[in-house]
């Protein structure tokens, strides 16, 4: 009886040392077969059904290996677990994205809906032929904001949007942060300046839905969507998605140690 009343007391004092986790909210790394469509792919986390509809596939990984998606030109989308609500919190979302043009097409990317409205898109905005979001606000054009930068064609970026808690009661402030450093860490990232954002307009939304589509089909591919409420874990969530290929050789090489030993040690 005191043994167990001891292992309470210590499981509640380090219960109380412990720094509180973050709460992922989704997750999804495409880790699919290559070749294969998404409509059925049932992998991630936080949604409650598989990938419905559209004719987007898994593609070799961003980073050269591993899986990514290749987004297509009709609407596949994905029911999240619960809905979603930008009142009173903070919330991250991030992915890898590697696009082979931005000039030639337009509306390709992720967007949040609730139920059949959407709410906001992140991507390629209608006719923006630029990298940034589209906030869905009634405002035309001025909800629509790119990044201040041209990203690279075929290159990796690592892409992060905040929907912040904003002074402006009833409002969510939106932020965007971007760059081709996938090193980088989260608390480095959100130091420096928003490469585009949309402060005090936007009304609060909720969402329990996200979409991919694009009418440029082929242009745009994505990996390790990531959505929390701390930008670390939605940030490292997306890195660990593009392997590195460095990792890989150091396994290989660890591998053919391991092997090469075990034939010594048959030999003697």
Do not use: C
Not at 72 to 87: D, E, H, V
């Amino acid at each position: 009886m005191k043994k167990s009343y001891f292992l309470l007391l210590l499981g509640g004092l380090v219960l109380t040392v412990l720094p509180s986790q973050a709460t992922s909210i989704f997750t999804e790394t495409f880790n699919y077969t290559v070749g294969s469509g998404l409509a059925g792919q049932n992998g991630g986390s936080g949604f409650s059904g598989a990938w419905l509809g559209g004719d987007s596939t898994i593609v070799t990984g961003i980073g050269g290996s591993g899986a990514a998606l290749q987004v297509g030109a009709s609407t596949a989308s994905r029911m999240l677990l619960s809905t979603f609500n930008t009142a009173g919190q903070n919330l991250y979302f991030s992915y890898i994205m590697n696009s082979s043009n931005f000039s030639g097409g337009n509306y390709t990317g992720i967007s949040f809906w609730q139920g059949n409205t959407e709410n906001m898109f992140f991507g390629i905005p209608w006719n923006a032929q630029n990298f940034g979001f589209d906030a869905h606000g009634g405002n035309g054009t001025a909800d629509i904001k790119t990044v201040n930068f041209t990203p690279s064609a075929n290159s990796p970026y690592l892409v992060t949007f905040g929907l912040l808690t904003s002074a402006t009661s009833g409002k969510v402030d939106i932020k965007l942060w971007a760059t081709s450093d996938l090193s980088v860490s989260a608390a480095t990232l959100l130091a420096g300046t928003a490469n585009a954002q949309l402060i005090g307009s936007r009304d609060n939304f909720s969402f329990d839905n996200i979409r991919v589509a694009g009418n440029y089909a082929g242009a745009l591919k994505v990996s390790g969507l990531s959505m929390a409420d701390t930008p670390a874990e939605s940030i490292n969530t997306s890195v660990a998605s593009v392997p590195e290929p460095s990792a890989f050789s150091l396994l290989v090489v660890g591998l053919g140690g391991v092997v090469a030993m075990r034939r010594r040690r048959g030999a003697v």
